[in-house]
Every structure is written in C-alpha cells, then in structure tokens.
C-alpha cells in the first residue's frame, strides 16, 4: 500500500523524534533516509549507511545532486562538514561491532513480539539482504516506519511472521500511517495514535495483539 510524499514526511518526521545528540544512526532505504530532513541543521548526530559514508546531510536540492554520492538505496544524498567515506568493510565492522546506537529500518511484517521481516518475499527477485540482519541484530535498537497495511489490506503488524524472518525480537518501535507502537519485554503498546484516526480504527485492522498505553496520545 504506497503512501503519498506528505505522509511518508509524517513518519520520517516523528522518526526523527528519537534521534537524540550524540547518536550514530543507520537508516534504511525509503521513507526512513527522509529523517535527516527533518533535524536542524548542524544537528549533532552522525548518519551512517552501509556503502560506506559517515556523516550523511540532507537530500541535496533537485539540480545539485553529486551523482557519485548516494546512500545504500542509491538515491543523492549530501556529506556534512567532518563526514568521511570508509569501504564497506569497515563500515559492515562498525555495524557488527554494535556501534550503531539507532537503526531505522522498512519492513514487509513485524511481529507482536517484535520479529522483523524486512528483506524478501518470496518467489520475488531482490538484489540481496544488504545489512538488515547485521542491522537488526547489532544496533541498540531498531525502529520500524511502515504503512498499517500491505497492498491487499492485510495487517503488517501481525501476531506471527509469515515471511522470512529478518532477526527475532529485534525491533523497540514500529511507526505505521496510523499510529506508534513501542515494543516492551514482548509486549506491543500502542502509545500514539495519527489523526483522524480513532483507538477501534486501529483495533479493527491490526492483527497482533497490543494494550494501549494509559498516556495515550493523539498526534498530527
């Protein structure tokens, strides 16, 4: 199910909510390379990508664009002041060696323990894993942005994976086009709610079982 620009700016702007000073963060490809839109400028976190930069800015204006700079997606980014390139190698081994304080990842399904599914559906091509299980695995924590449902209408939050896992029990916060869910000790809390939806909307199409926090919140 594909969202329109303004709401993909919406979870990428409440993603970059959880972006404290002093991070060193990953992001995915998608919606979740719009966070860095949305910090001000000179914003003391560190942007990392899995080609091999450290230091990721801004997208570049349309017209501006460094065709040899571009994140794991493939799409232009910008380098910060004090940004550096490393090769994948090193860039892999600061990922495995959990030096990633914040990943923010896509994904296909996640589960109401906070299984990942993010990489393949099968019986489709896609070019590889990349770094999501390295991701999933070795960041000190992991969010999810997401729309609510797939293509079919189906929940994407579900009780059980049923594609290829990813990592288990990885993901702390998953960010749909509905609502924000923080995943604590395996247990799904709904925390925000996106207006104009309401609490028995969400109930009526999620498949995982969640509580709703006693601090819910309504958010724009």
Known sequence: ????????????????????????????????????????SGYGAVFQSENGIVGIGS?????????????????????????????SAVSFAMIRRGKIDLTILGSLQVSEKGDLANWIIPGKKVPGMGGATELASKAKR????????????????????????????CVSMIITDRGVFSINQGRLILVEIFRPYTLKEIKDCTEADFVTSPDLLYID
């Open 142 to 169: 992991v969010i999810v942005l997401m729309t609510h449902l797939d293509k079919h209408k189906a929940s994407k939050l579900v009780k059980e994976c049923t594609l290829p896992l990813t990592a288990k029990q």
């Open 59 to 87: 997208a570049p204006p349309k017209g501006k664009e460094d065709e040899n700079l571009c994140n794991a997606g493939g799409f232009p980014v910008s380098l910060v002041n004090g940004g550096s390139y490393t090769d």
């Open 1 to 40: 199910m594909e969202m329109d620009m303004g709401i993909k700016n919406k979870l990428a702007k409440r993603a970059a909510r959880e972006v404290k000073e002093g991070m060193t963060v990953n992001l995915g490809i998608g919606i979740p390379s719009l966070v860095p839109n949305h910090l001000p």
